[in-house]
């Protein structure tokens, strides 16, 4: 047993994340099934699964316990050894066994349970891990009679596979006095229920334990010093972890540990604002300020790129006066349709659907994903609008995800607005094959776009579109909040006035953010919360990091310009970032 | 003592019409001074709140929600133009509003509802003031839920004994909050690593409190007694320190007990239970509401807390102050507004610059 938690703690502190990875398809969902990381996870899962199966089974003794018994046929032969039969119960539950870890590892990918989500508020980890124990055990034993009415199902359909194998190989005999129990008679045992449920809750409660141990521990706040009294500790001081890469995880507990002093110590707020000695030069603030901002433009740029592919996909490929009638494909991302594709329209027979991130539980729903691609004119790249009832549902079009924007330059060819990027760079004859390979290209995809069945699984889902473009949005928050504290305990605390002379970077970038994140809220489908499940184990706080982003950007906002005031007129900023500034003052935001 | 002194001019008078007397509510928004007034809709038909913006601005915006019964307590988000946060019976509605906007009807669809099973009613809220935390408690659950309303996650804090909340006050420099029970003893958390410390008091609950802007004195009063303690807490220093810090016992500070004065309109009694308190955030003066009138003490905020009272405020005749609250940011003294209410039923709102000494 004790061998069962070891490995499966080795497995969590292997795979876990900071940072979600969200399939944006359909197909990437299964890619990420069939990873052969994945698979090895499954695999290993499912073997402990039956080990501590056989655990519980030896444990429980009476009927379970033992793979072969003696049959319990009387009116066989005279042998002189008993025969030994094989005992089914006991190969039921190690195939349950099997099952509910087969199972766990594929909820553990499904649901992103290798993320760490940082809580919310700090507290000591015992209260933490007291909260959350009720609410693991409810959870637990709920799950496993889901994974037991699902393991029968299995077992009725294919238990006799098994059964056979095993049987052959270890030359056992099938009983046939008992009722063999891949049939409904032997299925209806209700103890054999109970004890496999039992078994389940059993296995879940001390992986689910496991799991919560390790989430607690990683995310524990960590000291870093901001400037290193020994000389062993320069390497692990806060401004230079900052600004070298480190691993994620690092990176995240430094960015939670400034956001923590920012706010509670002023004794570290000291040490940010000093100067150093002899240079008089104020490293640690430069190495703070320089990585926090580079953090967020670097979000800011990421949002604009897909703004503009967001504009760039619903760009007319031949800018047509008139409005085309769409076929029933949904669209995908990189298809620009054809003048000649309008042809082959039939009036479309699904409804419209709206793409609301109204699903629950699994990131991809169905019957939603159906989408009719238009074309409308230039002038309203992202505008979602029904022009006819045929026509026009913007769809999955519209969403990219990032690693398509790479893709995307290179396929646009057509467009007019992103060729001319491609143009000095290449040479007239390799660009003659060149296009002549996308064409073939366009062509492929275009009949492939027919095919309803390829586009159930390559269509991109919104939601999950933008929830992983905001995926590692928890350090900008962080990023943010920590920023603006500092600043505004600057305005009492910094005797050397460091501050002020990054303040109009500081001001321009926050800004500009908030500007691009205002427009980039005005897409479809990004001001849409998906619904949230209270009371649930599993934590889904990454799909909604952007509506925090969002609000924390003001709050950041605020609290600068309620310090600063009317000082805030004598910064050098943008005019147009003073009017700006003018109405935070004024609490017209 | 004074009569009510003329209506400041840069409010408007607001007048709510016929309403069934329950508990108004009235905040002070911060920078803005925006007011408003609800009622706590015994009829589950008037669920609304009204808005009166500030002067330029005609439009009393009115937010109805289906969910919005029984208000309890309202809280602007601290360092927001926008936010409001409703409690309700069986949630809290987190109204999102555009400061701009001429509509008067806000539609539902800009209210968030935060819920969780068996935390209702609500009646209390508080907004940590760095804005990122609501507290959200109830007077029938042990559980107080502190929530990132942006993502709509909570968490839960529990502690054993004692009952619910009943009131919730948070200080002002965001580093501890205080949760009166129903029974005699009031909780006091610290924001960081949120531990609580309890005390008891004698008589009965704690019926109000409030904190000194820089959060190193609480002074509460407990019903039944007419006079005004002291807690005092040590200084905020370091981090992930996950203690509060408070003193062991409480002192007295001021005596409200009844006493009758000579005015030039004949004997006048005052004096009794306080019924709520409000510190001004400069931390130089507290008012006092004492069963009916309105008492602005003078205090200094120094290391001698001295307290001595500076007059008395009272209204017309038959009105009955029912909430006070000090201007977050004016700057030329203290703005105290005081909203009561009138035997006819009509709101009457005033305000008195302090500064002037009249009082």
Redesign the interface.
Same mark, same amino acid.
């Given at each position: 047993m004790s061998l069962v938690t070891l490995v499966i703690s080795i497995f969590n502190a292997e795979f876990y994340a900071v940072v979600p990875s969200i399939p944006c398809s359909r197909l990437a969902l299964i890619g990420k099934i069939i990873h052969p990381r994945q698979v090895i996870h499954s695999v290993v899962h499912a073997i402990m699964g039956m080990l501590v199966a056989w655990c519980t089974a030896v444990m429980t003794k009476g009927k379970f316990q033992f793979l072969a018994v003696s049959c319990t046929t009387s009116e066989s032969l005279d042998d002189a050894l008993p025969q030994m039969c094989l005992n089914e119960y006991h190969l039921f539950f190690l195939l349950s066994g099997a099952f509910m870890g087969y199972s766990y590892s594929l909820l553990y990918l499904i649901n992103n349970m290798n993320y760490l989500p940082f809580p919310v508020i700090q507290q000591y980890k015992y209260l933490r891990f007291r909260r959350s124990l009720l609410l693991l055990i409810k959870h637990s034993c709920v799950e496993s009679l889901y994974f037991v009415r699902n393991f029968c199902v299995a077992y009725y359909f294919f238990g006799y596979i098994p059964k056979v194998w095993i049987s052959t190989t270890m030359n056992l005999h099938l009983d046939s006095e008992l009722h063999p129990l891949d049939s409904l008679t032997g299925l209806l045992d209700i103890s054999l229920f109970y004890h496999a449920w039992l078994c389940g809750v059993f296995l879940l409660i001390t992986w689910y334990i496991a799991w919560l141990l390790f989430k607690i521990h990683a995310t524990e706040t960590h000291h870093f010093p901001v400037q290193p009294t020994f000389a062993e500790e320069t390497d692990q001081c806060l401004p230079k972890i900052l600004n070298s890469n480190p691993p994620l995880i690092i990176k995240f507990l430094a960015l939670q540990d400034l956001m923590l002093l920012s706010q509670y110590s002023p004794v570290r707020r000291q040490e940010v604002f000093s100067l150093s000695q002899p240079g008089g030069h104020p490293h640690n603030w430069t190495a703070i300020s320089r990585e926090c901002l580079s953090l967020l433009s670097d979000l800011t740029q990421r949002l604009i790129a897909q703004q503009e592919a967001a504009a760039a996909n619903g760009r007319v490929k031949q800018p047509a006066g008139e409005l085309k009638v769409s076929p029933q494909t949904p669209g995908a991302s990189n298809i620009i349709p054809r003048a000649s594709m309008s042809s082959l329209v039939k009036p479309s027979l699904t409804p419209l659907k709206t793409l609301s991130g109204s699903d629950v539980g699994s990131p991809l729903s169905s019957p939603s994903l159906n989408c009719k691609m238009g074309i409308l004119g230039v002038n309203s790249p992202w505008h979602v609008s029904v022009q006819s009832p045929q026509v026009t549902r913007r769809g999955p079009k519209l969403w990219t995800s990032d690693s398509d924007l790479q893709m995307n330059g290179s396929h646009q060819k057509s467009s007019p607005v992103v060729s001319a990027a491609r143009v000095g760079s290449e040479v007239v004859q390799p660009r003659f094959i060149y296009t002549w390979l996308q064409n073939k290209q366009e062509q492929i995809k275009n009949f492939l776009a027919k095919r309803v069945l390829i586009m159930y699984f390559f269509s991109k889902h919104p939601e999950a579109s933008i929830q992983a473009v905001f995926s590692d949005a928890q350090m900008h928050i962080w990023a943010l909040e920590g920023l603006s504290h500092l600043v505004a305990a600057s305005f009492t605390e910094d005797q050397f006035g460091v501050v002020q002379t990054t303040l109009p970077a500081i001001l321009n970038t926050l800004l500009t953010l908030q500007e691009v994140v205002d427009r980039y809220f005005k897409l479809p489908h990004v001001s849409s919360k998906p619904p949230r499940i209270s009371g649930s184990l599993v934590d889904t706080s990454y799909k909604t990091l952007r509506f925090a982003l969002r609000a924390s950007l003001k709050t950041a906002l605020y609290r600068i310009t309620t310090v600063f005031g009317e000082h805030l007129n004598a910064v050098q900023v943008s005019t147009e970032h003073k009017k700006r500034l003018q109405q935070f003052l004024e609490y017209k935001e | 003592l004074c009569s009510c002194p003329p209506p400041h001019p840069k409010w408007k008078q607001v007048t709510l019409g016929h309403i069934p007397p329950p508990f108004p509510t009235l905040l002070l928004?911060?920078?803005?001074g925006r007011s408003w007034g609800e009622d706590t809709g015994r009829r589950p038909r008037f669920p609304s709140c009204h808005l009166s913006l500030l002067p330029g601005s005609a439009t009393i915006p009115s937010l109805k929600h289906r969910l919005q019964r029984n208000v309890a307590a309202m809280a602007w988000k601290p360092?927001?133009? /926008?936010i409001l946060a409703v409690a309700c019976q069986s949630c809290v509605l987190v109204w999102h509003l555009d400061? *701009?906007s001429l509509s008067t009807r806000p539609s539902s669809g800009c209210a968030q509802v935060l /819920?969780?099973?068996g935390h209702s009613p609500v009646t209390s809220l508080a907004w940590a003031p /760095?804005?990122?935390?609501l507290l959200s408690a109830s007077p029938v659950d042990t559980t107080m839920l #502190?929530w990132? #309303?942006? *993502?709509?996650?909570? #968490? =839960?804090l =529990?502690w054993f004994g004692g009952g619910g909340v009943t009131y919730l006050a948070w200080s002002p420099d $965001?580093s501890k909050v205080l949760a009166a029970t129903p029974s005699a003893v009031f909780r006091v958390w610290e924001a =960081?690593?949120? *531990?609580c410390e309890w005390w008891p008091t004698m008589k009965g609950r704690c019926q109000t409190g409030c904190w000194s802007p820089d959060g190193s004195r609480l002074l509460f009063t407990v019903l039944g007694e007419s006079v005004i303690y002291s807690l005092s807490f040590s200084e905020y220093?370091?981090?992930?320190q $996950?203690q509060v810090g408070g003193s062991k016992t409480a002192s007295i500070v001021a005596d409200l007990s009844e006493t009758t004065f000579e005015t030039l309109y004949g004997e006048e009694r005052v004096g009794g239970e306080a019924h709520s308190m409000v510190w001004d955030p400069t931390g130089e003066r507290l008012a006092v509401i004492i069963r009916g009138n309105v008492a602005p003490w003078l205090c200094c905020n120094c290391s001698f807390f001295l307290f001595s009272s500076s007059g008395f405020l009272r209204g017309e005749c038959g009105a009955q102050p029912q909430l006070i609250a000090f201007h977050p940011s004016f700057k030329k003294g203290a703005l105290l507004t005081v909203v009561s209410w009138l035997d006819s039923m009509l709101f009457e709102v005033f305000s008195s610059p302090d500064g002037s000494g009249i009082l």
């Open positions: - | 928004a911060p920078h803005h360092l927001c133009a /926008s400061p *701009t /819920s969780y099973p /760095s804005g990122e935390l #502190v990132d #309303v942006s *993502t709509e996650n909570c #968490v =839960q =529990q $965001g =960081q690593m949120w *531990t220093r370091g981090e992930m $996950g």
